[in-house]
Nanobody, 125 residues
Framework: QVQLVESGGGLVQAGGSLRLSCAAS????????AAWFRQAPGKEREFVAV????????DYTPSVKGRFTISKDNAMNTVYLQMNSLKTDDTAVYYC??????????????????WGQGTQVTVSS
């Protein structure tokens, strides 16, 4: 099992940027697809971004395309989510997750067995 720990959340004004990090341990992230999901109060956990285990496939939910960038640094065993031009609608707890040999087509939280504890992102107007 891979263990995941998110960091980098915080309070930022609309239009600002944050970079979330997800440090993996216990296994090398190089053989895992990684994804970010988010959950706002009273809402279901929703897909944000995914990168395949090889890094060859990346996908985003439409509302963040062009603003967010997911990346995976195998040497650092860390996954990142660079978030630019943040909007108040981006406010949520952000979760990192991973799936062994994932293809990058797994967009449902039910397809991921390994989760971090989450990091809060709050965007003020």
């Amino acid at each position: 099992q891979v263990q995941l720990v998110e960091s980098g959340g915080g309070l930022v004004q609309a239009g600002g940027s944050l970079r979330l990090s997800c440090a993996a341990s216990g296994r090398t992230i190089s053989t895992y697809a990684a994804a970010w999901f988010r959950q706002a109060p009273g809402k279901e956990r929703e897909f944000v971004a995914v990168i395949s285990w090889s890094g060859s496939r990346i996908d985003y939910t439409p509302s963040v395309k062009g603003r967010f960038t997911i990346s995976k640094d195998n040497a650092m065993n860390t996954v990142y989510l660079q978030m630019n031009s943040l909007k108040t609608d981006d406010t949520a707890v952000y979760y990192c997750t991973a799936r062994l040999r994932g293809s990058g087509r797994e967009l449902s939280p039910h397809e991921y067995p390994n989760w971090g504890q989450g990091t809060q992102v709050t965007v003020s107007s």
